[in-house]
């Protein structure tokens, strides 16, 4: 699985000029499944992403996490993570998981985040959605979990 986390004093989705998802100080999280992901990996994800010390503390070092801040996350699907652009101009996007597959584990994601963690909204799987943000920082951080093992 792949992730992109932006934190942010602020953050919205809106789908159909409606907003379904905002928080405040927090991480906006885009998260793609790529062919093959596991919710082993999914749970593995969430829990780096929510240990992961990205917020400053008294002194201005990143050494808090979203936990110890008690921020918001907002997950928003993102598929195009897993563009390939090594060929022509056109990205390639066959390494992202099937939408069914890439629909399961994000919902996984979601379920098990919101039972991990007291704030959490979201986007819309599959929908055209617009994000504002305003990064902290900026800080955006890539993270990913290792494929699975066969």
Do not use: W
């Not at 789908?15 to 998802?21: A, F, Q, S, Y």
């Not at 100080?25 to 992403?49: I, P, S, W």
């Not at 008294?58 to 008690?70: L, P, Y």
């Not at 996007?93 to 909204?121: D, K, M, S």
Request: aromatic share 4%.
């Amino acid at each position: 699985m792949l992730s992109i986390l932006q934190r942010v004093s602020e953050a919205r989705v809106i789908v159909d000029g409606r907003t379904i998802g905002e928080i405040g100080h927090g991480l906006l999280v885009l998260l793609c499944a790529e062919r093959g992901d596991t919710a082993a990996q999914a749970d593995a994800l969430l829990a780096k992403m929510l240990r992961l010390r990205i917020f400053a503390d008294d002194e201005g070092r990143m050494n808090r996490s979203v936990q110890d801040i008690n921020g918001g996350l907002l997950i928003v699907s993102q598929f195009t993570l897993a563009a390939d652009t090594r060929k022509g101009n056109r990205p390639s996007f066959t390494g992202a998981a099937p939408p069914e597959q890439g629909r399961v584990l994000y919902e996984h994601f979601l379920a098990r985040a919101r039972t991990a963690h007291p704030i959490v909204a979201c986007g819309e799987f599959a929908a055209d959605m617009q994000v504002q943000l305003v990064n902290d920082g900026p800080v955006t951080v890539p993270l990913s979990v290792p494929p699975a093992v066969e």
